[in-house]
């Protein structure tokens, strides 16, 4: 079992940056890949980024690539999300999700099995 528990969301003007943080515990951090998604009102989950066990690959969806930075530490057991640039579309749901059994299908919501409760992100125009 792996808990996840987000932070760092909130209200921010377009152009603006924020941190999301995820906290992991209950399995040895390092062995799972790491992935947060979004989901805005109306919409299906969206994968936003991933990051491969150990802080190796990372990816992106195409709507993030270069404004976006996943990262893991993994002596505090935690992946971070550095959004950068923010628009108004990116307002949403954030939610972090652990994969304990990678089957190489990461921008998919039914390759993770664990997520947490979701924080939220509001980008003001």
């Known amino acids: 079992q792996v808990q996840l528990v987000e932070s760092g969301g909130g209200l921010v003007q377009a152009g603006g940056s924020l941190r999301l943080s995820c906290a992991a515990s209950?399995?040895?951090?390092?062995?799972?890949?790491m992935g947060w998604f979004r989901q805005a009102p109306g919409k299906e989950r969206e994968f936003v980024a991933t990051?491969?066990?150990?802080?190796?690959?990372?990816y992106y969806a195409d709507s993030v690539k270069g404004r976006f930075t996943i990262s893991r530490g993994n002596a505090k057991n935690q992946v971070y999300l550095q959004m950068n640039s923010l628009k108004p579309e990116d307002t949403a749901v954030y939610y972090c999700?652990?994969?304990?059994?990678?089957?190489?299908?990461?921008?998919?919501?039914?390759?993770?099995?664990?997520w947490g409760q979701g924080t939220q992100v509001t980008v003001s125009s």
């Open positions: 990051i491969m066990r150990g802080g190796g690959n990372t």
């Open positions: 209950g399995r040895t951090f390092g062995s799972i890949v």
């Open positions: 999700a652990a994969d304990g059994y990678y089957s190489g299908s990461y921008w998919t919501v039914s390759e993770y099995d664990y």
